[in-house]
């Protein structure tokens, strides 16, 4: 593909170019969902990552790919190509006609991805499978500060006042959920008939492993900031996430990260794969983990999972590099807790992050083993398209790093509807009332704390002069019930530590 044409539109995108430590509420949560709340009706995006929520608004450019294309957009102007197939190596090599330095990209990418990468490529439609933002607004929040990065200064100083605002209340009173159970505990019937379809298959020898799972569509659509702030306090998420971007509306709190990519080279990936609930009692919740080691299924699953890892790993790092670090060892999660090991390796030279990320995409835990056959059996057995679940929340950076979170334990708005979805890992040993109750297990990360009546926030959105003075550079658903119409409780906010 000619360079000339993303050199063109990197070079309009702006620097953020101005910068200030500013003081923020103690809670960096609060703090992001009301930086959220303010840009509320433009993009934005919340994203968690070890300690420090990045909040980003006010895109200046955008990138978003399909199967056979790839549209740059920056200052009013769009430019469009054919990708021959591959929309991740022309994304990458958009992102690498940027300056090495000063800035940050956030965005998503759909499930469908993994089929155009991994099994039937004349099965992905026209939908777009990678979206990316690089916003005039960039703020980095820990307790009691705020690091902000803007295009301008008009943006800097309104970010300020809005960090040293009281907080944006979500509402005195909050609409929760009557009866979450009674969401939780819709359309068994069909999903289990799915499972024992997938046993079928996985005992004829079509594959070992397959990740099925069902959806629930709400009647009621959900505050996803409200939402977000309660699942928080309730969650011990590896990656949480928060965002209006390229049509879809998420709150999340993901288990695991798809790929972990420093500025070094050195690449992570975070299988879970063993599920069992988690309970409040310390001595019955060490039980059912204990109860994870014992299990063969459970057990054999996780160790399928690591082994197509480590193959993942092998071909894009250096010969020798890739290890298994904290092997097996169990996760809270939630509601749930999981068996989980970390893979890791350092990134060929000649292998860059993007290859990487396009190498473990879908991850195996949202897919199956072998993935292509797992992705073929998926196709065969979820009716309709599943859209970003089990797709990737992504943060690059100048510097080569990548960050993607698995999309799951998440809550969805897209196209007017909204829906949470659930799986669990199929094998051979597997009996449908265990999975369907995994899935339960699974979905009370999430349903518990859906919040709904959002109030209409009253702080003007934050938004960048792009193209402002000189500066200093500093450098669809499937296996799905009917809607669910659930009555509402009261809960009245109150503020908890996050966890």
Known sequence: ??????????????????????????????????????????????????????????????????????????????????????????????????????????????????????????????????????????????????????????????????????????????????DPEALVASGAAAYQQAVAATVADIRSGLLHKAVLSRSLPLADAPDLAATYLAGRRANTPARSYLFDLGGWQVAGFSPETVVEIDANGRIATDPLAGTRARDPDPDRNGLLGQELFADSKEVHEHALSVRLAIDELAGVCHPGSVAIEDFMAVRQRGSVQHLGSRVT?????????????????????????????ALRALRTHEPGSRGLYGGAVLMAGADGSLDAALVLRTVFRHRGQAWLRAGAGIMGQSTPAREWEETCEKLRSIAPFLRLDAPVPVAAPLTASVGAGPATDIGDRALSASPVKLGRRKVQNHKGRNR
């Open 1 to 178: 593909m000619n360079p000339s044409p993303w050199q063109t539109w990197a070079d309009q995108v702006p620097t953020l170019c101005r910068a200030a430590v500013l003081p923020a509420p103690d809670d960096p949560a609060e703090a992001a969902v009301q930086l959220a709340r303010a840009a509320a009706g433009t993009p934005h995006v919340v994203y968690e990552r070890d300690g420090t929520w990045h909040f980003a608004t006010a895109p200046a450019a955008t990138l978003t790919a399909g199967a056979g294309w790839i549209t740059a957009s920056v200052a009013g102007r769009s430019h469009e190509a054919d990708t021959g197939g591959r929309p991740v190596e022309a994304v990458a090599a958009a992102l690498a006609a940027l300056p090495r330095h000063g800035w940050r990209a956030f965005g998503w990418a759909a499930f469908e991805l993994g089929h155009l990468l991994h099994a039937d490529p004349a099965t992905v439609g026209p939908e777009p499978l990678l979206h990316l933002v690089l916003p005039t607004v960039d703020i980095e929040l820990t307790p009691g500060q705020a690091y902000v990065r803007a295009s301008d200064d008009g943006a800097l100083f309104h970010a300020g006042d809005l960090l040293t605002r009281p907080a944006l209340s979500l509402a005195t009173e909050t609409a929760a959920l009557a």
């Open 345 to 373: 390796g350092w990134l060929r030279a000649d292998a860059s992050a993007w290859l990487a990320f396009a190498a473990l995409f879908p991850a195996i835990t949202v897919t199956g083993v072998p993935k292509p056959a």
